[in-house]
């Protein structure tokens, strides 16, 4: 049972390129989220998908789309990078939508924006 | 606004004595707790919640919070520190009334078990 899977776990790119920020969950939850972490920070959330076929903003979704392209899958994209997008991502998922399940976390990915 | 405090950045504890990590909250409603640890290069983990009821709650790897009401707290605490918990520890909170997806994160403390 792998739960959360995100690819890739780090990737540096350059001011102005894309990339997309992949996520997998096996666990048949239906919202997902996608996280930032930055030091002094803890965990903002950039946007969230309650279930399949919605996505919602979360506090800082400016520079940022995403696509719930089915239960499984949430991808995060980047559409042309800033240095003020360098980071850690995480993706999350949990079952249901009640505010007492837990989230699980996939490993992040440690992104560099040069 | 709703928010969530970990006063300490880091905690630092020797092996075998016990420890607090402290969190407060500042919410309307009841809200419901959570506490999440993060070793290096790896996403949360989740601990324990507080959802209503006993006021001292259990959780994984002998961890267990006590949430005090009328002082707006979730202290995370553990009766004797393993040099294995040293990793850091996030307090979070579900507000009453707001979205489901919302869950608001404190700034993380780091906690460091000396052996």
């Known amino acids: 049972n792998a739960g959360v899977t995100q690819t890739p776990k780090f990737q540096v790119l350059k001011t102005g390129q894309s990339m997309t920020l992949q996520c997998a969950q096996d666990m048949n939850h239906n919202s997902m989220y996608w996280y930032r972490q930055d030091p002094g920070m803890g965990l903002r959330l950039i946007y969230y998908?309650?279930?399949?076929?919605?996505?919602d903003k979360g506090e800082v979704p400016n520079g940022y789309n995403v696509s719930r392209l089915n239960k499984r899958e949430f991808s995060l994209r980047l559409e042309s990078a800033a240095p003020s997008q360098t980071s850690v991502y995480f993706c999350?998922?949990?079952?249901?939508?009640?505010?007492?399940?837990?989230?699980?976390f996939g490993n992040g990915t440690r992104l560099t924006v040069t | 606004a709703q928010s969530v405090a970990q006063p300490e950045d880091q905690v630092n504890v020797a092996e075998g004595n016990p420890l607090t990590v402290k969190c407060t909250y500042s919410v309307s409603g009841n809200p419901y707790l959570f506490w999440y640890v993060q070793y290096p290069n790896r996403g949360l983990q989740f601990l324990l919640k507080y959802i209503t009821g006993d006021n001292l709650v259990k959780g994984s790897y002998g961890f267990e919070a006590e949430f005090n009401k009328s002082q707006t707290s979730f202290h995370l605490k553990k009766p004797s520190a393993l040099v294995s918990d040293s990793a850091l520890y996030f307090c979070?909170?579900?507000?009453?009334?707001?979205?489901?997806?919302?869950?608001?994160f404190g700034t993380g403390t780091l906690l460091a078990v000396q052996p």
């Open positions: 998908s309650a279930s399949e076929g919605t996505t």
């Open positions: 999350a998922s949990r079952d249901g939508q009640g505010r007492n399940s837990p989230l699980h």
């Open positions: 979070a909170v579900s507000p009453y009334g707001g979205a489901t997806n919302k869950l608001i």
